[in-house]
């Protein structure tokens, strides 16, 4: 049986990722969307990269990026390592690349140059790291940021879950444009809750991988979901991007 399976924040959390998807019992028909967000947090962002790479010459694997993907695409294109990125995960992102070759460098940089967007499949599910904020949907996005750090989409989404509307009239156009969307970015931790959430259309997949939550998989059609162990506890003598 040929599945579909969305993936939320990774973080450098190489050992979560590997649990959760053998809990997943993936097999090479299943098709991998992965939300972004591959570094930034636990020390083997590097080797999260390598390991996405090889798994793709396996299987059929879909790469959205996310705003800390962003962050270290431009510092493996141009060197340059701004405190912004270093005080939110990117210090251990560069360690992890300490000892890779520059040839090994240029292929990871080659892969986030071509991350997408987003994505939209044949049933109108649409997968973006963070949201986007036109009326018209992606396609029309005025501000290609916003793919990386909407939180305005989610935001809405929980307000009108927490309302009940009922009213199709009064449910905001970006919400009715998709079947359902499928984001990670900001952390189901900042709601108290430990799985991905639900609201109005939209899943929310991120659940806190790179703090004190686990990482997720989740099959779009069934909404059964597999997680890792809390991941700092993978990772046990690290704080990962836990202040």
Known sequence: MKRTLVIGDIHGGLKALLQALGRAEIQPSDTLIFLGDYVDGWSESAQVIEFLMELATKQTCLFIKGNHDMWCE???DSGLAPHVWLMHGGSSTAESYRYMDFQTRQIHLSFF?????????????LFVHAGFGSIHGPEDEHDDNNFLWDRTLWETALTIERRNQKDETMIPKRLKLFKEIFIGHTPTLNYNIEVPMHAATVWNIDTGAAFHG???????????FWQSDV??????NEKGRNN
């Open 113 to 125: 140059n071509q991350l997408k967007s987003y994505h939209i499949d044949s049933q109108n599910r």
């Open 74 to 76: 431009n510092w493996l």
């Open 214 to 224: 686990r990482l997720s998989i989740m099959d779009i059609d069934t909404k059964e």
């Open 231 to 236: 991941v700092q506890s993978l990772y046990p």
